[in-house]
């Protein structure tokens, strides 16, 4: 038994390790208890290396419509399975270590294993059944291995896996997980992806832009369920209009598998069944939160539809027992999960950290065009009893969005007509990804119309939509 | 031009009021000086006199509403020749920017103008920026709130919207409570919801709180929770003092009617020493405020009047040169008036110390709550025969308990002892009161 530590925590994804860096910076003795690969699915699986896939697939869509920007390339450009996902497995083992340098840096001790919490203040560690994967994750070296450890404070932080449905089970060679789909050994011509949240819409528009024959079907009636009605709308006419099939209000009853192709029997919502045969499936109908052999049924910590329930400190309902990130709850975001965590701790410091606020986390996902939000949707305002003042801005009336060749998508902003309040903001188009903090910010500092009225947005950038889209809304645009 | 009438603020201190009825109808012509509508604060009720002739164009504020913000829109009059529908339907030009000054007087005296002007735009914090955020500061522009008086939670007690709503819910802009105390956890009351589920609904009767009770119950808190009360308690012996009421009394003039001119109570006697007693001992005759100590020259002495649905403290000013028949009729006055809910603002606020009287209860002894800015109060307990020993033997003798609470701020143990022995010393030798 080792000298005990004021915080162990479980998990280092993004929420699990900058909880460690930021508990060290308080003077907490700390350690990060990790079974696989450390900077999490985020970093590994998720986040980074999809963003390094779509970037790869971005620069094949301009390089295959040079004519559009007066270049010509001499030659045929086409994508290269391996190169790609090596790349992309380049840029996570580059962040890989950076995350155990950052640990080092801090002084937090990294625990290697699988922890279990064996009592209140106290983690039993046994050897991890994971391999380390080489050669881009290796085991950290300096880490501590199995074993005994107490904490007086212990935070779950151990994320969430990809939900299964019954019957459509992954088997890691037709039907995918987002594990798969990262590291294809090769395009498959066809491909169906089930779910278009986030994770669904990103691979089905990377593997569109691969040349891959893919359909995408969500049993809602709206692509990006969480997404405003309208944003969602206009980016599922441009993902149409780049060759995506789509189908909504259609679920998967049924899928048979042949030696290199699935058939999926699909129902829509009117009861008419057909069938669509494609060489790989993608499941991306969600994630769970990681709550098993944690030892929580025991502690008899209390947890609801598969997540740890917390306050808004990440305390859980047993002292001394804390929880953050994906297995505490959605939205499952790592940005969600870092800020939840630096609350945690801080409050275990005894600061005052506010209290998460999860109207005001952002949501982005990376496809083609791409979704950025934040707030309430129109719908979810209007249900929650606001007066709207909605503004829209399309991009065919910016300057740059024309200049850059990307004249399609929206920036809709709705407002409290009572009293100017910023209710939300949503995007769709090119680079709205980077765009959404200016709303972020501005609803954090509870700024109203007037304010982001008198900011003054460079021309000529993208961000010119941002002012109007708050000009429209007050029947002041300029440029529609 | 159209004119808007605000809530008054009937007092230095008035934060909201209820607006109880209108006096006029839309449409109703109105002169100068005709009382509008009656406002009721938490313990008096008032008229708004129209300021201008018009014709009242539109009511913002119904009838019967309460916690009416000071400054807000309560309705619009038209002027002499302008259209009266116009004027209503265009609503009335920013207050800040037209607002006339409306005159607010008390319903049943000669007018003391208290005059409520328009909120400015940046209200001053002690001169120094107050911090909010934009949408803090809409929110409570529109509902009349101050924002100085509001304390912030956000980032380096920013005020942000959700202070503003709790002010707006929790009862106006609330005084700021010192930087450590914003600090401290707040301890967690039970809500309401909570408390009423230990009970059966069947089993009691709700009385919501009328502006009264709302404002007992938030001054009284902030007094007992924030003023350092201590304690001092003194037996005297009140059988000269019975004596010389009963000789007082019986020497009054009568009228035609055979009503005696005075009739003097034990109260007066104890309001009349405790402000001879505060001259004698100038140092506890104090105020305490965050910079400085008020040393007042008189003794204003505050006299609690229980009425029905709460209480009132009436003060009875430089008692120290009132004769006690002037300071009866003076008090028999301030009750009647009371349970009328009459009273003046400026005759129940500020004083020095109060009298708190419960022997007519048979009550033997008790404390009493500091009601701020009085830096004391008197807790007076009945006058009953007891077995005393006097010089040597035991006697029986009438003796009043007197429990003085003091501010430890202004007045220390010492110099509380000294007042209650200065009154002690009055009271049973009250012939001391007349020179």
Not at chain 2, 261 to 277: E, G, I, P, Q
Request: proline content about 7%; glycine content about 10%; aromatic content about 4%.
């Amino acid at each position: 038994m080792t000298t005990p530590y004021d915080i162990l925590i479980i998990g280092s994804g993004p929420g699990g390790y900058v909880t460690a860096i930021r508990a060290a910076q308080l003077g907490f003795k700390t350690a990060v208890v990790e079974r696989e690969h450390l900077g999490g699915i985020c970093l590994n699986w998720g986040c980074i290396p999809t963003k390094a896939l779509l970037r790869s697939a971005e620069i094949l869509h301009y390089a295959q419509h040079p004519d559009a920007y007066g270049l010509k390339i001499e030659g045929k450009v086409s994508p290269d399975a391996t190169a790609i996902v090596k790349r992309s497995r380049g840029v996570s083992q580059q962040l890989n270590g950076g995350v155990g340098f950052l640990l080092k840096k801090n002084k937090v001790d990294v625990i290697w294993g699988e922890a279990t919490i064996s009592k209140v203040g106290e983690v039993t560690v046994a050897a991890t059944k994971k391999a380390p994967m080489l050669p881009q994750n290796p085991i950290p070296k300096g880490v501590l291995g199995a074993g005994v450890y107490s904490a007086k404070h212990i935070i779950v932080a151990t994320g969430a896996r990809p939900r299964v449905l019954p019957g459509i089970e992954p088997d890691g060679k037709l039907i995918w997980t987002y594990f798969e789909a990262m590291v294809p050994p090769a395009f498959p011509k066809s491909m169906v992806v089930m779910g278009s949240g986030a994770i669904g819409i990103e691979f089905a528009s990377f593997y569109k832009a691969m040349g891959v024959d893919v359909t995408v079907i969500e049993v809602l009636p709206q692509i990006m369920p969480v997404e405003d009605a309208e944003i969602a709308g206009v980016a599922r006419k441009r993902f149409e209009k780049l060759g995506l099939k789509i189908m909504t209000s259609t679920k998967v009853t049924k899928v048979e598998k042949s030696a290199n192709e699935v058939t999926c029997h699909i129902e829509d919502d009117k009861g008419v069944k057909q069938t669509i045969k494609a060489e790989r499936l993608i499941s991306a109908v969600g994630v769970v939160g990681n709550i098993e052999n944690l030892g929580l049924e025991k502690l008899g910590v209390k947890t609801d539809r598969g997540c740890i329930v917390i306050d808004g400190f990440g305390r859980t309902n047993v002292p001394g027992v804390y929880a953050i990130g994906d297995v505490a709850g959605p939205p499952m975001l790592a940005h969600k999960a870092e800020h939840e965590g630096v609350i945690c701790v801080e409050a275990i410091k005894g600061l005052h950290p506010h209290p998460m606020d999860k109207l005001m986390i952002p949501g982005c996902t990376y496809c083609h065009p791409q979704v950025a939000s934040v707030g309430l949707t129109e719908a979810k305002a209007k249900e929650a009893g606001y007066t709207l003042k909605v503004g829209r801005f399309p991009f065919i009336g910016n300057g740059k969005a024309i200049a850059l060749g990307e004249p399609d998508g929206l920036v809709k902003t709705i407002f409290d007509a009572k009293t100017g309040k910023l209710l939300g903001a949503h995007m769709v188009g090119a680079e709205v990804t980077e765009l959404i903090q200016g709303f972020v910010i501005a609803m954090n500092l509870e700024t109203t119309e007037e304010d982001l009225m008198y900011s003054v947005f460079p021309h000529p950038t993208l961000s010119e939509m941002m002012h109007e889209s708050v000009l429209d809304a007050y029947g002041k645009v300029i440029h529609t | 031009m159209p004119i808007n009438i605000l809530m008054p603020a009937l007092s230095p201190t008035m934060e909201k009021g209820n607006l109880a009825r209108w006096l006029k109808k839309v449409g109703d012509k109105v002169k100068a000086g005709d009382a509008l509508a009656e406002i009721e604060t938490d313990k008096a009720t008032m008229e708004v006199e129209s300021v201008d002739d018009g014709v009242l164009a539109k009511i913002v504020v119904a009838d019967g509403t309460a916690d009416v913000p000071v400054n807000q829109l309560i309705g619009v009059i038209a002027s002499e020749g302008e259209d009266a529908k116009a004027v209503a339907a265009g609503g009335a030009p920013a207050p800040a920017a037209a607002a006339a000054p409306v005159v607010a007087t008390p319903a049943s005296a000669a007018p003391a103008p208290v005059v409520a002007a328009p909120v400015p735009a940046a209200p001053a914090h002690n001169g120094a920026r107050v911090f909010a955020s934009p949408l803090a500061r809409r929110i409570a522009r529109d509902s009349g709130l101050d924002l100085a008086k509001i304390s912030g939670t956000g980032p380096h007690g920013r005020i942000v919207e959700k202070d503003v709503k709790a002010a707006i819910s929790g009862g106006g802009a609330k005084a700021a409570p010192t930087p450590a105390a914003a600090r401290a956890p707040a301890a967690p009351s039970m809500s309401e919801d909570m408390t009423k589920k230990l009970f059966d609904p069947a089993l009691y009767e709700e009385i919501p709180h009328d502006s009264m009770r709302k404002t007992i119950a938030r001054r009284l808190t902030e007094a007992a929770s924030t003023i350092p009360h201590f304690y001092l308690t003194v037996d005297c012996d009140i059988d000269v003092l019975l004596a010389a009421r009963e000789a007082i009394n019986a020497a009054a003039p009568k009228n035609k009617d055979k009503q005696p001119a005075y009739k003097v109570s034990v109260n007066d006697f104890v309001v009349k020493a405790l402000a001879v007693a505060l001259q004698r001992v100038p140092d506890a005759n104090v105020t305490w405020t965050e910079g400085s100590i008020l040393k007042h020259k008189h003794s204003d002495v505050a006299v609690a009047v229980s009425i029905p649905g709460g209480l009132i403290t009436p003060i009875i000013r430089k008692a120290e040169t009132k004769g006690l028949a002037a300071i009866a009729n003076e008090m028999k006055d301030f009750a009647t008036r009371a349970k009328e809910r009459k009273l003046k603002p400026e005759e129940y606020q500020g004083g020095a110390s109060a009298v708190s009287n419960l022997g007519m209860f048979g009550m033997k002894n008790f404390t009493a709550v500091i009601n701020p800015p009085q830096s004391s109060i008197l807790a007076v307990g009945a006058g009953e025969q007891r077995v005393v020993v006097k010089k040597g033997a035991p006697a029986v003798a009438t003796i009043m308990t007197a429990t003085l609470s003091c501010d430890h701020r202004p007045i220390d143990g010492a110099l509380g002892a000294q007042l209650l022995s200065a009154f002690k010393q009055l009271i049973e030798n009250p012939m001391g009161m007349l020179v």
